[in-house]
């Protein structure tokens, strides 16, 4: 939602129409969230730049979810990325999290 807030009036009130189209639950970001986008960092998945995108990661890792969908080629879809977060939801105990972009959702339907 912040990004969302920081996007052009005409993006903006775009995306929050396709919002307005689906389900979805708004996650909080929490200590845990915060220690396990670290440890992305840490591990070397991605960089302390991108600690935003490592939250969103965390965020979806922590609570469970059963994928990501990004258009985030750069930092979130790419198998770096997705090898990375397997290693490091096995190291530490989390369900394995699928990453996909949306796409794939669309030529399934």
Not at 6 to 25: A, G, M, Q, V
Not at 42 to 64: E, T, W, Y
Not at 77 to 96: D, P, W
Request: charged content about 30%; hydrophobic content about 40%; some cysteine.
């Amino acid at each position: 939602m912040d990004e969302i807030e920081k996007c052009s009036e005409s993006k903006r009130n775009k995306l929050y129409d396709y919002l307005s189209d689906i389900e979805y639950t708004k996650l909080e970001i929490n200590e845990e969230i915060v220690e396990l986008a670290q440890k992305i960092i840490d591990m070397g998945i991605l960089r302390p730049k991108s600690f935003d995108d490592c939250q969103h990661i965390a965020a979806a890792v922590v609570n469970a979810c059963d994928c990501i969908i990004s258009w985030n080629f750069k930092h979130i879809v790419n198998i770096k990325t997705i090898r990375g977060l397997r290693a490091i939801t096995n190291l530490e105990g989390y369900k394995g999290i699928d990453i996909i972009n949306p796409s794939v959702l669309l030529e399934s339907e």
